[in-house]
């Protein structure tokens, strides 16, 4: 199996690393002879689309004209292709301002592309790629989902619809919320009820990938 590790953070003990580090762990466990492809964009932010990367996007003329090998499209071929080579995806991420930080919608913007993995039709955006799980680990300082949720969230309808439309359909979420006000034993606490619920899929993952069904 091989994994596609991101995380977001750029504290190092923050709590969504905390949690990726986790759900990497619990699948390892799972699946041991497994390869991980690391992307720190927390500690190694990639750069936001420049004017190159824009104007080679600006219409179907121009990226056929700029082709797949061009300079300003270097980095974006590098991610997309970290992603086609995965199993499964994990993400770290904390809740910036009711959304994801700006270092992820960077990745974001670089692995999503029109022809290359979605094409455009006239019912929308359809995805290149094939679907494989997605655990996304959110760390939230307020509450934004179930009992007491007092803040908008903007963070998984966009995730799951920027994700989808390249074709990832299968994500898991993990909110680990309040960290404002919780203390460490508390946190553990949660990030283990928080495991303990997608273990399931994990197995299904599992089974599928020792089978040769995935």
């Excluded at 090998?69 to 993400?91: P, T």
């Excluded at 960077?106 to 094409?119: E, F, H, N, S, Y």
């Excluded at 995730?159 to 006000?181: D, E, K, M, R």
């Excluded at 928080?194 to 089974?207: D, F, N, R, T, V």
Aim: aromatic share 4%.
């Amino acid at each position: 199996m091989n994994i596609l590790h991101i995380d977001c953070s750029p504290r190092r003990e923050s709590h969504s690393r905390q949690l990726s580090a986790e759900i990497v762990g619990k699948l390892l466990t799972m699946l041991p002879d497994t390869t991980i492809c690391r992307r720190d964009l927390g500690y190694e932010p990639i750069p936001h689309a420049g004017a190159d990367y824009a104007s080679a996007l600006a219409t179907p003329a121009s990226l056929a004209a700029a082709g797949r090998d061009a300079a300003a499209l270097v980095l974006a071929e590098q991610l997309i292709q970290e992603l086609e080579e995965s199993d499964v995806v994990v993400i770290g991420t904390p809740m910036n301002n009711f959304t994801v930080p700006s270092v992820l919608k960077a990745w974001i913007d670089q692995v999503l592309r029109v022809g290359r993995t979605m094409k455009s039709t006239p019912a929308g955006k359809v995805g290149m790629l094939h679907d494989r799980p997605v655990f996304v680990g959110i760390a939230s300082g307020g509450v934004f989902a179930g009992d007491g949720a007092n803040q908008h969230d903007f963070l998984t309808p966009y995730l799951s619809a920027a994700l989808g439309c390249i074709g990832l359909n299968t994500v898991h979420y993990l909110p680990l919320q309040g960290t404002a006000f919780i203390d460490e034993a508390r946190a553990n606490e949660v990030r283990h009820s928080l495991i303990a619920k997608i273990e399931p899929a994990m197995m299904s993952l599992a089974q599928g990938l020792a089978q040769g069904l995935v």
